[in-house]
């Protein structure tokens, strides 16, 4: 017989599931068992008299462990569990499973010692339902928007942006790195005539951040896109894309992230508001009283950053905020500058926390070299120059983190939005 999955099993069929013994109540006379699966739980009655192997079976059960269970589903009213059980006529046992190690309330760190056992949970699964729902549905939207998904390189010969916060690694005679990002072969691909890409992949950053947003490697959304007349459209393609995401997680998964984390899942409007660093900090001092020193103000202090989330909500009654016009030298160097210096491109604020970077992307040739020798990156970036020698078009793109955005979505520290985390501290499981 064919295995069905626990949420098709319906009342008046016989059925064969496999799952995780949930809750096994073992009396004398009867047994009750809850088995789950990725899809749900459903329970299963055993009747011990007359069904000695069976009874002999169920009680050698523990939980957590694994069983294949054949038999007949029938209604009943007074299970709380779909109003339907299961009467097994066979149970086979898959894997006895010893006492957890942990429980749910454990500690984070114990926790992710036991990735594992810690993510079978309902609420822990529903983490990457979700992300796996904003993932396809940004991969949706740009499919049809006439995007080419491509998958770039992560060893790279010379160190992405900048020589700093890279993890080097020897790779035969000579050395190489791990990549920030595909930035460099996003551009490629723009000069390559591609005109549309997106990767959803795996970036690596060696900075020492012990937050509840940072980790040192991450999985980003990357895309980039030609024939720009400025970095608007850049922040227009996002605000309709991730407006789009919201809407498809809200209505697959709206009432169970309600339910189980207790957050709302809201749909903003377009277009989203957008206010340039300077003017933050104005409104910022007239209406909570926050400063930060000069040096501070081309860009965010992450103190400003927090802030915003209140400030947009009482401004224009949005959970998102596009920030503008940060200072030169906090801005890389192949973001496209205006006739006054100032940078083409924008962060964009979810909920108090930065989620993108885009941007214009300089595409001329003379003006990138110059830029990047400005910020003494000249030989170091020069196999990245080489892209714009023979014609470029005007293009921009952002970067998305999967695991922040999938943090925001339900309320979460970084550690428990990704699979299994990565930090200074943390190199296993």
Sequence with gaps: MKRTFIADVKPGEQVKIAGFVENCRNKKARAFLVIRDMTGKVQVYVEKEGNEELAAVVDQLTIDSVVTIEGECIANEYVKMGGMEIIPSSIRIESIADALPIKEDSAIDSRLDYRWVDLRTERNTLIFHVQSEITAAM???????????????????????????????????????????????????????????????????????????????????????????????????????????????????????????GIETVVPT??????????????????????????????????????THRLVKELYGHEFLFVTDFAQDKRPFYHMRDENGVPQGYDLIWRGVEITSGAQREHRYD?????????????????????????????????????????????????EAMFLFRGPDRLHP
């Design 367 to 415: 003006h990138l070299c110059a830029n990047a020798a400005e910020k003494g990156l000249g030989e170091d970036v020069k196999f990245y120059t080489e892209f714009f020698r023979y014609g470029c078009p005007p293009h921009g793109g952002f970067a998305i983190g999967v695991d922040r955005l999938t943090m925001l979505f339900l309320g979460i520290p970084i550690k």
């Design 139 to 261: 991969r949706d939207y740009l499919l049809k928007n006439k995007f080419t998904e491509l998958h770039f390189p992560k060893i790279i010969g010379a160190a992405s942006e900048s020589g700093s916060e890279v993890f080097k690694l020897n790779y035969f005679d000579r050395d190489a790195y791990l990549a920030q990002s595909p930035q460099f072969y996003k551009q490629m691909a723009m000069a390559a005539g591609l005109e549309r890409v997106f990767e959803c992949a795996p970036c690596f950053r060696a900075e020492k951040s012990h937050t509840n947003k940072h980790a040192t490697e991450f999985t980003s959304f990357d895309l980039e896109f030609s024939y720009v007349e400025s970095f608007h459209d850049v922040m227009a393609l996002e605000e309709e894309m991730l407006t789009y995401v919201l809407g498809r997680v809200k209505e697959k998964y709206g009432e169970d992230i309600q339910r189980i984390f």
């Design 270 to 307: 377009n277009p989203f508001p957008i206010l340039s660093v300077a003017e933050i900090y104005r409104l910022l001092e007239e209406r909570y009283g926050y400063t930060c020193p000069e040096s501070e103000k081309g860009d965010l202090t992450t103190d400003a950053e927090r802030m």
